[in-house]
C-alpha cells in the first residue's frame, strides 16, 4: 500500500508540472477571408510584439483560412496579414496566458475594390495622377512638374510617378533632372524596360549615345526573358548598323514572346539586307499575317514582299 500510495503521488506530481510549464506562454487563433467570407488560403500573418522588446515571428493560413500561434509571450501583439492581390489588414489584440486567444475575423479587400472606394488612398493617387498626365498631355509642363511632385510627397516610392516626371522634364530639356528622376525609377522598378528605354532616350537626345545603349545593354542582360527588353535592344543596335547583333536580340524577343509583332518586320528587312530572301519573305509575310497597327512599316512590308517575288 505505500509503494502505490508512492506511485500515485509521483504522477500527481507530473500532473502538475505540465499545467505551470504550459502556462508560460500563451498562442492565437485567427482566421482570413475575403469580402464574401471564403477562405484564403497562403496568407502571411506577421506577428510583432508590442512589450517594448523586438519580436515577430510569421505563419500562413492554411486551405481553410485558419491560422495558429503557439509559445508567445503573455502581452500586446500587432497582427498584419498580407496576401498578393490583397489590400493588407492589421489589428492590435492582447495574448492572454491559458486558453488561445480568439482573434477577430481578417477580412481583405482585393486591391482593385479597395481602389474603387470613393475616399480611398488608391483613389485619391489614381485621380491626382491623372490630372497630372493631363497637364503634361496638354503642353502645361511647368504645372505637371508641381503635380508629379506634390504625388511624390505623399507617395514617393511608386515608379510610374518618378518616370512620368522624368518625361516632363524631357520635353523641358532638363536633362539632368530627367536623368535624376528615371534612375530612381529604375532603382524602384529595376525590371522595367519602359523606364530603361525611357532613360536611354534621355542619353540620346542629350547627345550621350554611349550611355543610351549601355542602358540598353544592360536592361536586356538582366532581363533575358523579357521580350520588350530584348526587343529595345534589337532597334538601338539597328540604329547603330550593327545588324548581326540585332538580328540576335530581335530572334531573342520572339523566343520570350512569338506575338510581338513588329519584331518580325525588322527581322523581315534585316534578312533583305543580307539577300537572305527566302528568311525575309517568311518574316515579312508573317509579319502582315499579324494585322500590324504600324501603317508606314506596314506599306514598307508590302512593297518589300511585291519587289522579293517578282
Known amino acids: 500500500m505505500k509503494r502505490a500510495f508512492i506511485g500515485a503521488a509521483f504522477l500527481l506530481g507530473l500532473a502538475l508540472l505540465v ?35 523586438t519580436r515577430k515571428l510569421e505563419t500562413k493560413t492554411n486551405k481553410k483560412g485558419e491560422f495558429s ?30 486558453e488561445p486567444t480568439e482573434l477577430p475575423e481578417f477580412r481583405l479587400t482585393t486591391l482593385a475594390a ?38 511624390l510627397a505623399k507617395w514617393p516610392d511608386i515608379p510610374e510617378i518618378h518616370q512620368n ?6 520635353q523641358k ?13 529604375l532603382e524602384l522598378r ?22 543610351a545603349m549601355e542602358v540598353i545593354n544592360k536592361a536586356a542582360v538582366d532581363n533575358p526573358q523579357d521580350a520588350k527588353s530584348q526587343f529595345n535592344r534589337g532597334v538601338y543596335l539597328l540604329n547603330n548598323q550593327q545588324s548581326e547583333e540585332a538580328i540576335k536580340a530581335f530572334e531573342a524577343a520572339l523566343a520570350a514572346d512569338p506575338g510581338l509583332t513588329e519584331a518580325y518586320y525588322h527581322l523581315g528587312t534585316l534578312m533583305v539586307g543580307q539577300a537572305k530572301i527566302p528568311e525575309a519573305i517568311q518574316y515579312l509575310e508573317k509579319y502582315l499575317s499579324m494585322s500590324p497597327g504600324n501603317a508606314q512599316n506596314v506599306a514598307t512590308a508590302k512593297g518589300l514582299l511585291a519587289a522579293l517575288k517578282k
Not at 477571408?33 to 500573418?45: M, R
Not at 530639356?173 to 525609377?185: C, V
Not at 523606364?195 to 554611349?210: C, F, M, N, W
Open 69 to 98: 500561434q503557439v509559445g508567445m509571450q503573455p502581452g500586446p501583439y500587432r497582427f498584419t496579414v498580407s496576401k498578393e492581390g490583397f489590400q493588407p489588414f492589421t489589428i492590435e489584440n492582447r495574448i492572454s496566458l491559458g
Open 173 to 185: 530639356k532638363d536633362w539632368a533632372s530627367a536623368e535624376a528622376s528615371l534612375l530612381k525609377a
Open 114 to 151: 479597395a481602389a474603387q472606394q470613393p475616399g480611398s488612398p488608391q483613389a485619391e493617387l489614381r485621380q491626382s495622377f491623372q490630372k497630372a498626365v493631363d497637364l503634361s498631355s496638354a503642353g502645361k509642363l511647368d504645372e505637371a512638374e508641381a503635380a508629379y511632385k506634390e504625388l
Open 190 to 211: 529595376p525590371d522595367s524596360a519602359d523606364i530603361a528605354a525611357s532613360l536611354a532616350t534621355v542619353y540620346q537626345e542629350s547627345g550621350r549615345p554611349e550611355k
Open 19 to 53: 499545467p505551470r510549464a504550459e502556462a508560460q506562454t500563451g498562442s492565437a487563433r485567427g482566421r482570413v477571408v475575403d469580402v464574401d467570407g471564403k477562405p484564403i488560403a497562403e496568407a502571411k500573418i506577421l506577428i510583432e510584439y508590442l512589450g517594448g522588446v
Open 165 to 170: 516626371l522624368g518625361g516632363v522634364y524631357r
